[in-house]
């Protein structure tokens, strides 16, 4: 059982932070229960970019607290599930890899004002979203993604059943947005 406080184990390749009471193993070494833990894997010292790997039980905001400590160049893994919050890059060239569009579902609920991707700081197409599903966004504008002077990519998400108030159901650009959908 790991204790309260982030602890660090070196393996030959990555550090792995665990940040919640579980069980730290790898892949030579499987635990013999199985429990979630929020994991942070970062490489080894020398830098370079990082792998957060995160998954619904994690907590309501668990892709949330993850993007302050992220850096331009990391990557986040979304586990499949369906998690409730907007993901706000921050300006920050991220990579948010879900497990498949049928898996990974970024569900806003119907609730007011709650668009599911937010990019409204200049995002460039170094921000990318890949293998999810957006789907219940209701906002005034961008049901279910907001782009303001942003240009993420998207790359197998697909948008369902998003709305508005006023414009964009599924999102809404301005001030020269330009997304790239493949």
């Not at 790991?2 to 919640?20: D, E, G, H, N, Y």
Request: glycine share 12%.
């Amino acid at each position: 059982s790991l204790p309260a406080q982030p602890i660090s184990v070196k393996t030959s390749r990555i550090t792995f932070f665990a940040m919640c009471c579980g069980m730290a193993t790898t892949a030579s070494h499987p635990p013999a229960r199985t429990t979630m833990v929020t994991a942070f894997l970062t490489p080894a010292r020398g830098g370079g970019p990082t792998t957060h790997f995160v998954g619904p039980d994690d907590g309501p905001t668990i892709i949330a607290e993850t993007i302050p400590i992220a850096n331009s160049g990391d990557t986040i893994m979304l586990a499949a599930g369906t998690y409730l919050e907007t993901i706000n890059p921050m300006g920050k060239a991220i990579q948010f890899v879900g497990a498949g569009p049928s898996l990974t579902i970024l569900d806003g609920m119907w609730a007011n004002e709650n668009q599911r991707i937010r990019c409204v700081v200049g995002e460039t197409d170094g921000t990318t979203f890949s293998d999810l599903t957006v789907t219940g966004g209701y906002a005034t504008r961008g049901g279910g993604a907001v782009l303001r002077s942003s240009s993420p990519v998207f790359n197998n998400v697909e948008f369902i059943d998003n709305d508005s108030t006023h414009s964009g159901g599924a999102f809404y650009m301005s001030n020269g947005a330009q997304p790239v959908f493949t």
